[in-house]
């Protein structure tokens, strides 16, 4: 019993990494009808600009809100000059975009950084809690996550820019006729994606240990949880993150063959998508003749 | 989002009779003359290069077919590519079956592994199919390394290389280079057969207009299935071919990476085309190891600028933007163009 | 004919003179000449194992190093290094490049086993020597079979073993858990520990985890591992893991005796950021000096090498371990192709290579040589079991010679 408690506590752990990048993935594709591939390693940039803000002397907090400011800022950039050329190319053209795009911050951050592991400062004291199942970084992950999340659904559903933001994505023709500024919508949806993912990655580096390939095998996981939540709703990605966090580590405690643990989980994960297509929470999409 | 259909956007889609110009026949023979007479002209280490565009380029042909032409994401084609990979490898080392009897196998496993992916796939559009898909590029060495009697694991499979049949008086790699060459011109005759078709309509058809090809009477489902099971069939095949010219399998070389790449190539070749397949077998080959040349500290970097200046240039791949320019000096009103690669709804 | 026949005797004569050399007489294969040995390497510079492309770095350095100081008899050394992403079929593509068209010497140091195995055959076929291959499989060590193929570091069932014996005398009753990477690395280490055993194997190993590399943490693993009751962990995994996995076993209040593998002992890089007090007391072997430990920095080998770092290698961290395997395997080269004289032919350098001698190199652990043999292609074989005392590493014990395949 107690195995299995520690194996849900880890899972939770785990899937609030997943959660918190699923939500950034989630906010681009609100705002762009996009996948963005290359949202795991713009989050690890950002963590790298912090590290280096905070290796210069500058306290955690003043580092991680300059990160903010950058991540934004870099986000809307991106979205301007690397994927408006792409906009109305096909879908496909715009995907293998952010492909490169994430090839490219990869290699960048590689060669700038070079690939030795750091280690990374956390805002959170370590301290197990609840008899050892978890520690209070981990707590902290799981509240910065469920943190962004209230303020991401509030965004979305109550305030005016969250309002045109929507209505920019599911309609462009319209939202211009309606005044709204569709090209600034999206910078801003992608400057705030950025924004999202720089808090996972300062959240998660001293996790996980910053290096250029710390969100690969993270995005992986939070594409997946995303699209168990449904790839439109915020409280779909944080809720899949965790689901998968949590049935990875099942399946790797009880199944015989823990070697097929990632097959195991994304043959689950897609069993569950089998009886609803568009994910727990998503929404269907309405074909009109 | 809805999309805006031209009317001569519809008519181009209208069947292709046999005919196409003559001026079109002279280029393809032309092109076919130069194939054949390259490996003579070239470095044994240059024909092998070469041996592995034309691989590439069947796989990336199948990916068209089932992305270009009936809109249905894959990141998994890696996957598929192994299983060709693996069947050719275990055939040749554990059953001594000679390297060309290996390829009917492949194309036959190929074909029954895209189908029963085809099924539940059904269900599935846009990012939830690129999920889908995902899960097959990344449970593929999962599973080579788990059932490594059969595998040989980690430690992968070492293949002796075909001799060419003696009198030939040519070596290895250019008799390779010939059986790829051949199979290649196989795939192209028969993907063009299959997409220039009723088949390839019902594909196009699903693709753009699911409810309307639905209301028409198109079986969706099993052309869909359908369009699944050959496009891996291709893919297999080439990962047999691959297999054979390499000479070793390993769970390594069949990575995410190479899913991704496919696909990539397939977009700068022309996602809808038969020709970008071409295009894109160049590209997986020779722009990573430009990219490689150009810079040793980033070259990952040099590879996905690559990628962006040639979506920019050409966002309907390099044969989707000048395939239409040319076509108009050199073809009649008959041929099929479905060229027009349009935004596919979702992925 | 008397005529034509002074004629040829008169070209043979000038062909003959001026093919014999114009400042030494030497005896070649391809990729050697009077000015320069052209010398191929494979490394993944792209792709999730780039963290190896240090060792890439750290060779390049080094051949530049000797060349600034007059090469290696008055040759330079042409180091030439292609990429191939860890992916088996990309190198051999990029092996056939360097020995079809860039006509090397040889094919050293490449990294990985499976592109390793992928090549093995195409250069044994070409009489091309696979030297001093970067990785710590068994199946280097195969003169019989692969002559031109010859490993350089003991191998991780070497490794594996040692701890095996380790256990057998000073734990017998122990129950061992294994966390291993889920490839041919991991596997080694776990098939060794077992062959190590012998036939207490069975009873004495009761649980083992994997993980890819592609799993952000092992918290799951190593609480499952904890579950079974065992008291001995081995952790056959990369540095960033090993870090993960040492901080969560001391998280989760586990105490069992560790033992990490010999490619995950960095003090700077693995032991702090895992937490000092959470690491004291792991064990590991080890053959080559930690940069990043204390006890070496007084030592002139260690400044040599620091000098080295900071003139030649600046790109590379000098807490990095990749940057002493690759000057240790550099060396290695250096000195078979310097006792190789002026006859470097792959014939005569294979012959070199498998006939070295006590070579010491400083930055091999005191105690540690390298050895080969016409019927001994492992060039070390020597191991010593190291604590790790929350500071540095403390050797204990004997320099044990492994016995590997």
Redesign the interface.
């Known amino acids: 019993m107690?195995?299995f408690l520690?194996?849900i506590f880890?899972?939770l752990?785990?899937g609030s990494?997943?959660a918190s990048l699923a939500l950034a993935l989630v906010m681009i594709?609100r705002a762009t009808?996009l996948?963005n591939f290359a949202q795991g390693e713009m989050a690890m940039f950002s963590t790298y600009i912090a590290w280096t803000l905070v290796n210069a002397g500058l306290p955690f907090w003043l580092a991680f809100l300059i990160t903010l400011a950058a991540s934004f800022v870099g986000g809307m950039i991106i979205e301007r000059v690397?994927i408006r050329?792409?906009e109305n190319?096909?879908?496909?053209?715009?995907?293998?975009?952010t492909?490169?795009?994430?090839?490219?911050f990869?290699?960048?951050a590689?060669?700038i950084y070079?690939?030795?592991?750091q280690?990374f400062p956390s805002p959170f004291p370590d301290r197990?809690v609840f008899g050892?199942l978890m520690?209070t970084r981990d707590l902290g992950v799981i509240g910065v996550t469920l943190l962004m999340l209230v303020l991401l659904f509030a965004f979305f559903r109550y305030t005016p820019i969250g309002l045109a933001m929507r209505a920019a994505a599911q309609n462009p023709a319209s939202a211009r006729l309606c005044g709204i500024r569709v090209g600034r919508m999206l910078a801003i949806g992608w400057g705030l994606a950025a924004m999202i993912g720089a808090t996972a990655g300062v959240m998660v580096a001293p996790?996980?240990?910053l290096?250029?390939?710390m969100m690969?095998?993270?995005l992986?996981?939070a594409?997946?949880g995303a699209?168990l939540g449904g790839?439109t709703s915020p409280i779909g990605a944080v809720v899949g993150g965790l689901i998968v966090g949590v049935t990875?580590?099942l399946v790797?405690?009880y199944l015989i063959?823990?070697?097929?643990?990632?097959?195991v989980a994304?043959?689950l994960?897609?069993l569950v998508?089998?009886f609803r297509?568009?994910?727990l929470f998503g929404t269907a999409?309405v074909?009109r003749? | 989002m809805e999309k805006r259909i031209a009317a001569p956007e519809i008519l181009a889609e209208a069947p292709a009779a046999a005919s196409a110009s003559g001026w079109r026949w002279v280029g393809i023979v032309a092109i076919i003359v130069i194939a054949a007479a390259l490996p003579f002209a070239l470095s044994k280490y240059h024909v092998f290069e070469l041996t592995m565009v034309m691989i590439y380029a069947i796989a990336v042909l199948g990916l068209n077919i089932l992305t270009g032409y009936n809109g249905q994401i894959s990141l998994g084609h890696g996957g598929f590519f192994a299983v060709g990979a693996y069947t050719a490898a275990i055939l040749m080392h554990r059953y001594g079956v000679p390297y060309w009897a290996t390829l009917p196998p492949a194309a036959l496993i190929g074909f029954a592994l895209g189908v029963l992916f085809g099924l539940p796939a059904l269900r599935f559009e846009g990012p939830y199919l690129a999920l889908v898909t995902l899960a097959m590029a990344l449970a593929t060495p999962q599973l080579l390394k788990y059932f490594d009697t059969w595998t040989g694991g980690q430690q992968g499979i070492n293949l002796v290389k075909p001799m060419p049949p003696a009198g030939l008086g040519i070596d290895r790699d250019r008799w390779l280079y010939f059986v790829a060459l051949v199979v290649l011109l196989l795939a192209i005759r028969i993907a063009a057969n299959i997409l220039h078709g009723r088949t390839g309509r019902a594909f196009v058809a699903i693709r753009d207009h699911p409810i309307a090809a639905a209301a028409m009477g198109i079986d969706t489902a099993k052309y869909k299935t359908l369009a699944f099971g050959t496009s891996t069939l291709f893919t297999a095949v080439a990962g047999a071919l691959a297999a054979i010219v390499i000479g070793y399998v390993s769970p390594e070389g069949y990575s995410l990476f190479l899913s991704i790449s496919f696909l990539v190539g397939s977009a700068v070749g022309g996602i809808a085309t038969i020709g970008g397949a071409i295009v894109g077998g160049f590209f997986i080959q020779f722009v990573p190891n430009l990219a490689n040349d150009i810079s040793d500290a980033a070259p990952w970097a040099i590879y996905g600028l690559a990628m962006l200046f040639f979506m920019y240039t050409m966002p309907r791949g390099v044969v989707g933007t000048l395939g239409p320019w040319l076509m108009r000096f050199f073809a009649t009103r008959k041929t099929a163009a479905p060229f027009a690669a349009r935004r596919s709804e979702g992925a | 004919m008397p005529k034509r026949l002074m004629v040829v005797l008169v070209f043979a004569g000038i062909f003959a003179t001026a093919g014999g050399g114009v400042c030494r007489s030497g005896e070649y294969s391809a990729g050697a000449s009077d000015s320069e040995i052209k010398i191929g390497n494979t490394m993944p510079y792209s792709g999730p194992a780039s963290g190896y492309s240090a060792i890439g770095k750290s060779l390049s350095a080094y051949f530049a190093m000797i060349n600034d100081q007059g090469g290696i008899n008055g040759r330079k050394i042409n180091f030439i290094s292609r990429d191939d992403g860890y992916s088996p079929p990309k190198t051999v593509e990029a092996v056939r490049k360097l020995v079809e068209e860039d006509q090397v010497l040889m094919v050293f140091q490449s990294l990985g086993t499976p592109p390793n195995l992928a090549i093995r055959g195409y250069l044994n076929d070409n009489k091309v020597p696979q030297l001093f291959v970067g990785s710590g499989a068994d199946q280097w060590n195969d003169p019989k079979r692969y002559p031109w193929t010859m490993g350089w570091q003991p191998s991780y069932g070497t490794e594996a073993r040692i701890f095996a014996r380790y256990v057998l005398d000073n734990l017998p009753d122990a129950k061992i858990a294994a966390l291993y990477q889920n490839d041919d690395f991991g596997k080694d280490y776990v098939n060794g520990m077992r062959a190590g055993l012998g036939d207490k194997a069975g009873k004495m190993i009761v649980a083992t985890q994997s993980y890819e590399t592609t799993d952000p943490t092992v918290d799951s693993q190593v609480s499952a591992l904890q579950a079974s009751g065992a008291d001995v962990l081995l952790t056959a995994a990369i540095p960033k893991f090993t870090t993960l996995a040492i901080r969560k076993v001391y998280d989760l209040g586990w105490r069992p005796t560790q033992f990490v593998n010999s490619v995950s002992t960095s003090v700077g890089s693995v032991m702090k950021p895992a937490g000092v007090e959470k690491s004291a007391g792991v064990m590991s072997a080890t053959y080559t000096k930690d940069p990043s430990d204390p006890r070496w920095h007084d030592t002139p080998e260690y400044q040599d090498w620091l000098a080295w770092m900071k003139k030649y290698n600046s790109s590379v961290n000098v807490a990095d371990a990749l940057a002493v395997y690759g000057y240790a395997t550099a060396q290695t080269l250096v000195a078979v192709l310097k006792a190789s004289g002026d006859n470097l032919t792959r014939d005569h350098v294979m012959e070199v290579a498998a006939s070295l001698h006590d070579l010491r190199l400083p930055m091999l652990l005191p105690g540690i040589t390298i050895s080969t043999g016409a019927d001994d292609y492992a060039p070390i074989k020597q191991m010593q079991l190291q604590k790790f005392d929350g500071n540095s590493w403390k050797v204990f014990g004997d320099v044990i010679k492994g016995s590997g395949r």
């Open positions: 107690h195995q520690q194996q880890s899972g752990a785990a990494i997943y594709y009808d996948v690397v050329p792409v190319a096909p879908v496909l053209a715009a995907v293998v975009v492909i490169g795009l994430l090839l490219i990869n290699s960048v590689g060669w070079s690939y030795t592991v280690d197990p050892a520690t996790v996980l240990f290096d250029p390939n690969g095998g993270v992986i996981y594409f997946a699209l790839i990875e580590n790797g405690t063959a823990s070697q097929l643990k990632l097959t994304f043959a994960i897609i998508l089998v297509p568009n994910g999409i074909r003749v």
